[in-house]
């Protein structure tokens, strides 16, 4: 059975940082890309950041580049993303995503979301 369970949403001032944890279970992890997507109520889900499975290639929404970062720890079956110089438009729930292919999308697995509170 696979798990997807994120960790570290809150809520922050603007301008503050937080770092999201997603722990997995029951898939080989290194070889699955991994990614995080985000929910802002009223919009539609959006790829915030991905790294690759096998190779540790990173790419970002245009929004965040140069403030969140995600990396992996394949030893421990997580992923991460820190965010830096948060704003109060990314208050949403934050989503971790698994992808069999190597990347994502397509996403094969979702964790169940945390929430992510920036305030002004």
């Known amino acids: 059975q696979v798990q997807l369970v994120e960790s570290g949403g809150g809520s922050v001032q603007a301008g503050d940082s937080l770092r999201l944890s997603c722990a997995a279970s029951g898939l080989t992890f290194s070889s699955y890309g991994m990614g995080w997507f985000r929910q802002a109520p009223g919009k539609e889900r959006e790829l915030v950041a991905r790294?690759?499975?096998?190779?540790?290639?990173?790419s970002y929404a245009d929004s965040v580049k140069g403030r969140f970062t995600i990396f992996r720890d394949n030893a421990k079956n997580t992923v991460y993303l820190q965010m830096n110089s948060l704003k109060p438009g990314e208050t949403a729930v934050y989503y971790c995503?698994?992808?069999?292919?190597?990347?994502?999308?397509?996403?094969?697995?979702w964790g169940q979301g945390t929430q992510v509170t920036v305030s002004s």
């Open positions: 790294v690759r499975g096998t190779i540790p290639l990173t």
């Open positions: 995503a698994a992808g069999v292919t190597g990347h994502v999308p397509p996403v094969t697995y």
